[in-house]
């Protein structure tokens, strides 16, 4: 009840598209009663979470902030959703994003852009706006980040305990450092996709949001494992994840990347970066400077690939099974072609367009094979480096600080998004497990986050430099 008022309290930061009031307040109940009775369904009995919207839920709509599923209801649940409910966990409700993923900012939702909790905080009403209040200027807000701003916001104000993103470049770390929380994105093939709408199925995982590094963990732990409908999924048993409370790194290697030192990194963050590699030498880590040469193509590369899962993907969308469809009756054809214009916003329908034009028999060779060949080279670096001994490594998040809402809408929406994903988009190319952790504020009053990249697998390793360094 708490979290529902909460909710209520904080509906125009516009993180939930959906609150499910009714199904959180049977669960909560029944919870309650198994908890006077001794009798926990689980280790997350009566904990309130939160679910990005691009996850299936039984029953609940599930639009991917899109008029083209506008009113899908899906019969089923995303496993790891149901992972969660088996677990006793109460859904708060679905969470809002950018279009089908599509995005860093959380700006480009049918159900309007979801707004940074921080922006109304003392520190930055008193560095920014004066004595303004909320009501006296909305416009003056900065953004979630993208594209899980929903999941994001939903944490950090308090309104779940745990949210639910997706990773496909970035989108999970990026909200969560935006809005101080920790943002873990897993190991490809650690937990299971099955029932998250894709966006690019080769590098999409599950993303976990929480206010610690020891709730990640219980959460990896209850959602980690095979699943036999989703065949990328690892065979191999695995640990749950529990993380000692005295945290030992003097035998950890911790690599630098030194082309991470890239344009538009904001001062603040450099400094934060350094301070942070001073503060694992001094507890007695080995920290070095290491090279994954193949960084700096990653973003051309992720957007010849993107786009080509996309045009594949974004197929099933023909007003013919589900979701919307236009109220033409011309031809198929004509249906078709009404219903994605009217479905899709701009960044999908010129994502598509890219995606087939790479796919074009002329082109496929040298725009799809070759940039397959430069993902692999950028997901080598990262072996090469763990390889040599380093154990994780240290990276920002983002650029900055979250960027004013009015500056990042008016900047091109698209070339600003792909820049956004720098530091977290390679980890999604190689695969490898990635978190990021809160790590101070900026001038302005505003978050900023430090990311640790892992080797695959190696989760139990990488939560708990995570959880030493918070
Ligand atoms: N910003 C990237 C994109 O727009 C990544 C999104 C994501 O991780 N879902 O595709």
Same mark, same amino acid.
């Given at each position: 009840?708490?979290?529902?008022?909460?909710?209520?309290?904080?509906?125009?930061?516009?993180?939930?598209?959906?609150?499910?009031?009714?199904?959180?307040?049977?669960?909560?109940?029944?919870?309650?009663?198994?908890?006077?009775?001794?009798?926990?369904?689980?280790?997350?009995?009566?904990?309130?979470?939160?679910?990005?919207?691009?996850?299936?839920?039984?029953?609940?709509?599930?639009?991917?902030?899109?008029?083209?599923?506008?009113?899908?209801? &899906?019969?089923?649940? *995303?496993?790891? =959703?149901?992972?969660?409910?088996?677990?006793?966990? @109460? #859904?708060? /409700?679905?969470?809002? %994003?950018?279009?089908?993923?599509?995005?860093?900012?959380?700006?480009?939702?049918?159900?309007?852009?979801?707004?940074?909790?921080?922006?109304?905080?003392?520190?930055?009403?008193?560095?920014?706006?004066?004595?303004?209040?909320?009501?006296?200027?909305?416009?003056?807000?900065?953004?979630?980040?993208?594209?899980?701003?929903?999941?994001?916001?939903?944490?950090?104000?308090?309104?779940?305990?745990?949210?639910?993103?997706?990773?496909?470049?970035?989108?999970?770390?990026?909200?969560?450092?935006?809005?101080?929380?920790?943002?873990?994105?897993?190991?490809?093939?650690?937990?299971?996709?099955?029932?998250?709408?894709?966006?690019?199925?080769?590098?999409?995982? &599950?993303?976990?949001? *929480?206010?610690? =590094?020891?709730?990640?963990?219980?959460?990896?732990? @209850? #959602?980690? /494992?095979?699943?036999? %409908?989703?065949?990328?999924?690892?065979?191999?048993?695995?640990?749950?994840?529990?993380?000692?409370?005295?945290?030992?790194?003097?035998?950890?290697?911790?690599?630098?990347?030194?082309?991470?030192?890239?344009?538009?990194?904001?001062?603040?963050?450099?400094?934060?970066?350094?301070?942070?590699?001073?503060?694992?030498?001094?507890?007695?880590?080995?920290?070095?400077?290491?090279?994954?040469?193949?960084?700096?193509?990653?973003?051309?590369?992720?957007?010849?690939?993107?786009?080509?899962?996309?045009?594949?993907?974004?197929?099933?969308?023909?007003?013919?099974?589900?979701?919307?469809?236009?109220?033409?009756?011309?031809?198929?054809?004509?249906?078709?072609?009404?219903?994605?214009?009217?479905?899709?916003?701009?960044?999908?329908?010129?994502?598509?367009?890219?995606?087939?034009?790479?796919?074009?028999?002329?082109?496929?060779?040298?725009?799809?094979?070759?940039?397959?060949?430069?993902?692999?080279?950028?997901?080598?670096?990262?072996?090469?480096?763990?390889?040599?001994?380093?154990?994780?490594?240290?990276?920002?998040?983002?650029?900055?600080?979250?960027?004013?809402?009015?500056?990042?809408?008016?900047?091109?929406?698209?070339?600003?998004?792909?820049?956004?994903?720098?530091?977290?988009?390679?980890?999604?190319?190689?695969?490898?497990?990635?978190?990021?952790?809160?790590?101070?504020?900026?001038?302005?009053?505003?978050?900023?986050?430090?990311?640790?990249?892992?080797?695959?697998?190696?989760?139990?390793?990488?939560?708990?430099?995570?959880?030493?360094?918070?």
């Amino acid at each position: 009840q708490k979290c529902l008022s909460l909710i209520k309290e904080t509906r125009f930061l516009n993180a939930y598209i959906n609150v499910a009031e009714d199904v959180a307040l049977r669960q909560a109940t029944e919870a309650e009663k198994r908890f006077r009775q001794g009798k926990p369904l689980g280790e997350l009995d009566g904990i309130p979470v939160a679910v990005k919207d691009n996850f299936s839920t039984a029953n609940i709509e599930t639009t991917c902030a899109s008029q083209m599923l506008k009113g899908y209801i &899906p019969p089923y649940n *995303a496993t790891v =959703v149901q992972k969660l409910l088996d677990q006793g966990a @109460v #859904l708060m /409700g679905k969470t809002n %994003l950018d279009e089908f993923g599509m995005g860093s900012g959380s700006t480009d939702s049918i159900f309007g852009p979801v707004k940074n909790p921080w922006s109304y905080s003392k520190q930055y009403r008193e560095k920014n706006s004066g004595s303004r209040t909320i009501a006296d200027d909305d416009s003056d807000w900065v953004i979630a980040g993208g594209s899980s701003g929903g999941s994001a916001v939903a944490v950090s104000s308090g309104t779940c305990f745990v949210a639910l993103g997706s990773d496909t470049g970035g989108s999970t770390r990026n909200p969560a450092s935006h809005c101080g929380v920790v943002g873990l994105k897993p190991t490809y093939g650690l937990v299971s996709r099955h029932g998250l709408i894709p966006l690019v199925n080769s590098m999409d995982v &599950p993303g976990i949001l *929480a206010r610690c =590094v020891d709730d990640v963990a219980t959460v990896l732990g @209850v #959602l980690a /494992g095979h699943d036999p %409908l989703d065949s990328t999924t690892i065979q191999d048993p695995f640990q749950t994840f529990t993380l000692p409370d005295d945290i030992d790194v003097t035998n950890l290697c911790v690599g630098i990347p030194k082309e991470y030192h890239a344009p538009g990194l904001s001062t603040e963050t450099l400094s934060l970066w350094s301070r942070t590699a001073d503060l694992l030498e001094d507890a007695g880590a080995k920290v070095v400077e290491v090279s994954l040469p193949h960084t700096r193509y990653s973003i051309v590369c992720y957007h010849v690939l993107c786009t080509a899962e996309v045009a594949s993907n974004m197929a099933r969308f023909d007003g013919l099974e589900y979701g919307h469809r236009a109220n033409v009756e011309d031809s198929t054809e004509a249906m078709y072609s009404a219903t994605r214009r009217e479905g899709f916003n701009d960044v999908v329908r010129g994502r598509i367009l890219s995606g087939n034009f790479f796919l074009l028999k002329q082109n496929y060779e040298k725009y799809f094979l070759k940039a397959q060949k430069v993902r692999r080279l950028i997901a080598d670096d990262f072996v090469k480096v763990f390889k040599s001994g380093v154990d994780v490594l240290l990276t920002p998040t983002t650029l900055g600080d979250a960027a004013p809402y009015e500056d990042f809408i008016q900047e091109d929406n698209r070339t600003r998004s792909a820049q956004e994903d720098v530091f977290t988009q390679c980890a999604n190319m190689a695969g490898v497990p990635a978190i990021t952790v809160p790590a101070g504020l900026s001038s302005r009053g505003l978050p900023l986050g430090l990311q640790f990249i892992g080797q695959a697998f190696r989760e139990q390793q990488l939560l708990s430099v995570a959880k030493w360094f918070e």
